[in-house]
């Protein structure tokens, strides 16, 4: 641990992130249609050219993720044999920052993480405000936390939501 700390000498910091979030459930589809803005102020001492944010629900889209291989070494082989319209995904994301049009950039590995590019690197102290409409095909609720049976429906992890950046940078996680 000391040697840890030794390396890392930024102090600790935590981001301050504020959500508003508006959204419906189409309880036939079984899909959420919303629109999310997120306030993201920059409490770090580094200038932050990107943010990472987390699509969870793409963790349902296929066999590679991580999810996929987790629950495959878990022994649970109903999501690998799964047709589509038991998975889950997120979709219709247009990412914007302070209302203007941003490029995003795809994980090089997970499908659930994506880069949202900002105009200008964000500042110490300042804030931006990230909003995307989103679409969230939910998935059967036998796979894990996010899912529904019939018209019961257990929802975590469905928004996108920015990665954590501490004193020790991302942890864009699937």
Do not use: C
Not at 150 to 158: G, K, P, R
């Amino acid at each position: 641990a000391i040697l840890a700390s030794a390396q890392n000498d930024k102090p600790y910091f935590q981001q301050e992130v504020n959500y508003t979030i508006r959204v419906k459930l189409d309880d036939n589809k079984h899909e959420l249609d919303g629109d999310i803005a997120v306030e993201y102020v920059n409490n770090s001492p580094d200038e932050l050219p990107f943010i990472w944010f987390h699509i969870w629900p793409n963790a349902y889209k296929n066999n590679g993720t991580a999810l996929a291989e987790q629950l495959i070494e878990d022994g649970n082989k109903k999501f690998y044999f799964a047709d589509d319209e038991e998975r889950g995904w997120i979709s219709n994301l247009d990412f914007k920052a302070d209302g203007q049009s941003v490029k995003t950039e795809a994980h090089p590995e997970h499908i659930d993480i994506i880069k949202v590019m900002l105009n200008a690197p964000l500042k110490p102290g300042a804030r931006i405000t990230i909003s995307t409409p989103f679409q969230v095909h939910i998935p059967i609720g036998e796979f894990s936390r996010l899912g529904h049976i019939e018209q019961q429906y257990q929802i975590t992890q469905w928004y996108p939501k920015p990665a954590v950046f501490d004193n020790t940078g991302w942890h864009a996680m699937p």
